[in-house]
């Protein structure tokens, strides 16, 4: 068996991140509610994905890469991180986005184009016109000498699962520092490396929690079957068998709406809920759905009256500003 330690990592991350009582939300739901604040991950504007790339990056500095391609949909906030990582460790970063340029640059594209990203547009919407694209970018540039390190979206690879490995064992510790035992923490599924690496530390170090996924774009089965094989990818890099049962992998898909970044009554009513009672922002593409599933699966009593709940806040603050008009705030009236 390896363990965390045995894994080069480039610090990028200001922890352990804040685990904080959101006392009022509680007393609107009536369970006890804690924040993970994920979002306060420190480098590059935070988020999870900086727990990720802390083994990714040090992984391409291992293979000897000169440049970082990713690819995505625009207001990726993987690309943002992995853009700035690259940046950090003197590495160029190209990204493959979905679609065509936008009419507005903001939110992480804002940020991707003052780090100096090489941003392709695929010219399709479909997120999986990016990977052949990607495939594409990696031989031209090997063409050209280069030696690119590719990064799969979202970083959801074994060794990025890694990253929320470390994340449960920190939980775990801050949760035995405050006697604390919840009953489930709530996360957003999007790539699902994050469920994934969480769930398998969870189980390793016998969490006393229910990891819940909820999906903000993909069906159910399509998440719970990337978390299986990410689960049992990562516990073969860690050489152990993998503690996690089909059961415990949960993911609820009702709070999609629409579709993957279209925002939901539901969803941008939990940013203003949590704005207004915590002083804490949200994002509208995953934390959001994340949080308006939490809200409905109490309301449903699924997550029963007086339980201890943790939810995690993975970030995305700089998308909020390209969805400003969702709100529909008019401030001349
Ligand atoms: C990427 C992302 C997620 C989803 O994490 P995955 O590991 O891709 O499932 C959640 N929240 C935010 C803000 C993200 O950027």
């Known amino acids: 068996m390896r363990s965390l330690d045995d894994f080069p990592r480039y610090p990028l991350t200001i922890g352990p991140t804040p685990l904080e009582e959101a006392h009022r939300l509680s007393e609107q739901l ?85 780090l100096d990203t090489e941003v392709i547009y695929t010219g399709s919407e479909d997120r999986d016109s990016v990977d052949a694209v ?36 920190e939980l775990l510790k801050q949760l035995a520092d405050l006697d604390l035992r919840p009953d489930y923490l709530v996360c957003a599924a999007g790539s699902c490396g994050t469920q994934a690496g969480l769930l398998l530390g969870a189980r390793i170090l016998d969490a006393p929690f229910q990891v819940v996924g909820i999906a903000v ?37 009702r709070y999609i709406g629409p579709g993957y970044g279209v ?38 009593g699924e997550i029963p009256q007086g339980a201890t709940v943790i939810f995690l806040h993975t970030g995305g603050l700089p998308s909020l500003f390209a969805h400003a008009r969702d709100f529909g705030f008019d401030p001349t009236s």
């Open 30 to 114: 009536g369970v006890r509610l804690l924040l993970k604040r994920d979002d306060l991950t420190g480098f590059a504007a935070g988020g999870n994905k900086a727990r990720k790339l802390e083994f990714i990056l040090a992984d391409a500095l291992r293979a000897g890469a000169d440049t970082v391609l990713t690819g995505a949909r625009p207001q990726s906030n993987f690309i943002r991180m992995a853009a700035a990582a690259a940046r950090k460790v003197g590495l160029d970063p190209v990204a493959v986005v979905s679609g065509k340029p936008p009419a507005e640059v903001q939110g992480n594209l804002l940020l991707d184009y003052l």
């Open 217 to 253: 774009g993909r069906p159910a089965a399509a998440c719970a079957a990337d978390v299986a094989r990410l689960v049992a990818s990562t516990a073969a890099l860690l050489e152990r068998p993998s503690p996690v049962t089909p059961e415990d992998i949960v993911v609820h898909d």
């Open 134 to 169: 990607v495939e594409t970018v990696r031989a031209g540039l090997v063409e050209r000498g280069r030696r690119p390190y590719v990064i799969a979206r979202g970083g959801a690879d074994p060794l990025g699962c890694l990253g929320y490995v470390a994340c449960s064992a």
């Open 263 to 300: 925002s939901t009554p539901e969803s941008l009513e939990a940013i203003r809920r949590v704005a207004r009672s915590e002083g804490v922002f949200l994002d509208p593409v995953y934390t959001a759905k994340a949080m308006a599933g939490l809200v409905d699966l109490v309301g449903r």
